[in-house]
């Protein structure tokens, strides 16, 4: 049997117990590639629980990319890459240009759309603005500090912060390891003068505002594929990715890859940039553990209250390894850079009330009920990317058929976002559907369009 021990004094849920123990015993070696573990009912006789409980962690180890189950056989340790859909085999099989340097910018041309089904505006429960303006009026009283604020962000956000990030992501972090930023590009561009010259890899189909931001501070952009194993960064100094939920295809890096690439980042001494902009956003399991676990020294950590309030806000967090955490913070002090007090405040209220947590439950539920609607009105007509994860979902199909889509939703006052705008190098085709930002009947209004074209 394992050589697990589970508490049942502790706040941490047994499911979660189990798995963390499970996902240790793989990094230290003592499980290896292809061993084979108990049955979830013989394990769970043996500890003494649920076979709930059991099952519950291994589903959430098999999410992740940690064990795979063998019909008919068992439940076995996999280093060996794995998929969340079939599409992940049209994906590979396309050209990624692993090589490639080429930066297309395309963006989406402005237009007069009512309503935007993108991938980066949140859903806001009414139930919930009494807390949002209860926060505001508490920032009108408060006292605000004198002079230029730590450059670091309000200790009391810094300090739920971390608690936070402590629950959610298994991140066990001091305050003052935390730097708040105005988002997610703002972190990023405290980071990009820190590191020393070279190119940054980023994902391929990927975040288009963190190529651009590279870009910006003179560095040169390398595609990095989306949906491979990187066992080479190459002359890179950083690679930019997104492993708890790819953007845009919502492919979720399974644990071989993520280990992969960290030992592909200590080749070449170069730091893993992890963008944990939507993690708690899972319907089937829990969300996937931060990257950054792995590897302290290695990953610098972004997060963002983007997508789980509201994206107005300009809100983030940076946790870098310590000798560029001391460069970003020198540099911001020298600055004055630093995220607006106000808002900080705000969300310190938001966090303190467990209005974050409300919303984050209220989102996630509403999102768990969209995403197979959107899933039954394209299957007919496209092959979705990734599992149904998030705000959005992200369908394959030529560009000649997007553009169709696209241009329908378009004329009935929809802006839905083509995948070819996030790619470069990739080639890869579709539509990227976001339902966070509009009501259920605009949803199925927006569908009915591009459905309708894609059946014509």
Known sequence: MLPVTLDRTSGEPLPAQLAGQVRA???????????????????AADLGVSRAVTEQAYDQ?????????????????????????????????????????????????????????????????????????????????????????????????????????????GLDLHPDEIVVTAGTTDGLRALLPEMRPGPVAVEDPGYRAAAETVLTY??????????????????????????????????????????????AARRADAVVIEDDYDSEFRYDVAPVPAMARLDRGRVVYLGTAAKSVVPTLRLGWLVAPPDLHELILRRRTITHAGAAWPSQRALLTLLRDGWLDRAVR???????????????????????????????????????????ARDAARAAGFEINLLSTYARSSGLTGLVIGFGGVTDAELDQALAAVTGALGA
């Open 61 to 169: 180890l098999t999410a992740e990319g940690w064990l795979e189950a063998r019909r008919g056989s068992g439940t076995y340790v996999t280093a060996t890459r794995t998929t969340t859909t079939a599409a992940a085999a049209q994906l590979t099989s396309r050209p990624t240009g692993a090589t490639s340097r080429r930066f297309a910018r395309s963006l989406p041309r402005p237009t007069g759309a009512t309503a935007g089904l993108d991938t980066g505006t949140p859903f806001f429960d009414p139930r919930l603005e009494p807390g949002w303006r209860r926060a505001w009026r508490e920032v009108s009283v408060a006292t605000p500090p004198r002079g230029y604020d730590d450059p670091r962000g309000l200790l009391e956000l810094r300090e739920a912060l971390a608690a936070r990030l402590g629950r959610t992501r």
């Open 25 to 43: 015993l793989v990094l230290a070696g003592t499980l290896g590639t292809g061993d084979r573990l108990p049955s979830s009912r013989a394990l």
């Open 362 to 404: 209220s989102a996630r539920r509403v999102y768990a009920e969209r995403a197979p609607r959107v899933a039954e009105a394209m299957s007919p007509y496209a092959t979705l990317a990734g599992p149904l994860a998030g705000m959005y979902s992200t369908w394959l199909l030529p560009e000649t058929d997007a553009h169709r």
């Open 218 to 263: 003179g560095r040169e952009v390398i595609d990095l594929p989306a949906v491979e194993t990187v066992g080479d960064l190459g002359d890179a100094v950083a690679a930019y990715v997104t492993p708890a939920h790819q953007h845009p295809l919502g492919r979720v890096m399974p644990a071989a890859d993520r280990l992969a690439l960290l030992e």
